[in-house]
């Protein structure tokens, strides 16, 4: 692929714009500088450095972010800054878009690409990718209410109760929630219907995938394929028992 358009693909401005940034002298390929916006490279491993800055070829964009809180999850967002922000302009530029949407109060795990098909699958009701939710009650959590989660609490406008796969309990105010669907304040409106309150509220896994220990608030890192692998598997049935 001409250099041009690699560095297009990937973000980087207009084709124009790109072309007069490598006759500019900013780009090298493979650790070599390169003036020729139509040089041909093979995009297999083609990793390229515009400015001083790294990147690698990628066809796709698959990376995970750690939310911190008073983000909102929208382009255009009314109080908060976006979590766009927090992501550096050609990821940006190249339309990554997140895969469900936290609150501006919920931090954690949360996962973008630019793959439309990728964000149709791990969003798709159909497909019930299990999301696991660290919630902090403002009251002490009962067995009565692990289970009531479990079983299923009616939810305003909704036709039938809603059940969590597994609810785990960490601590007197803390459980693990495993949900199978995303809706709207989903986490809050079960924790209510249970006459409890959420003070607190992360997500630490999207199916296989759990929030790692060293990706700290606001920082993102591309998927590997041993994390997409893990996000490609069919989600396992997690429903459990109280
Ligand atoms: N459920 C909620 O109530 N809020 C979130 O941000 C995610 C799930």
Redesign the pocket.
């Known amino acids: 692929m001409q250099l041009e358009r690699v560095l297009h693909s990937q973000g980087f401005g207009s084709r124009k714009a790109c072309r007069i940034m490598v006759r500019q002298g900013e780009v090298t390929v493979n650790g070599d500088a390169c003036d020729d916006p139509f040089a041909e490279f093979d995009t297999e491993n083609l990793n390229f450095s515009v400015n001083g800055e790294p990147w690698r070829y990628r066809e796709k964009a698959y990376l995970m972010l750690h939310k911190p809180a008073n983000y909102e999850c929208s382009h255009r967002t009314q109080h908060h800054p976006t979590i766009y922000s927090l992501l550096p302009y050609p990821l940006v530029a190249r339309d990554v878009q997140c895969i469900g949407?936290?609150?501006e109060d919920?931090t954690g795990l949360i996962l973008l690409s630019d793959d439309g098909q990728f964000i149709h699958r791990m969003s798709s009701p159909k497909w019930k990718v299990p999301k696991v939710?660290e919630v902090t009650a403002k009251h002490a959590v009962d067995e009565k209410q692990i289970s009531d989660l479990v079983k299923g609490v009616q939810l305003v406008d909704e036709p039938a109760p809603i059940a969590a796969l597994a609810c785990k309990q960490i601590s007197d105010h803390v459980i693990h929630l495993t949900?199978a669907e995303?809706k709207y304040?989903?986490?809050?409106?079960m924790v209510a219907a249970i006459s409890n309150r959420?003070e607190g509220?992360k997500?630490i896994r999207i199916g296989e995938l759990s929030l790692p220990d060293d990706l700290a608030v606001g920082q993102w890192r591309w998927l590997d394929e041993a994390a997409l692998v893990l996000l490609n598997q069919q989600p396992k049935n997690e429903r459990v028992s109280a």
């Not at 304040?185 to 409106?189: D, E, L, P, S, T």
């Open positions: 949407r936290l609150d919920t939710y949900l995303g304040h989903q986490v809050k409106r959420v509220l997500r």
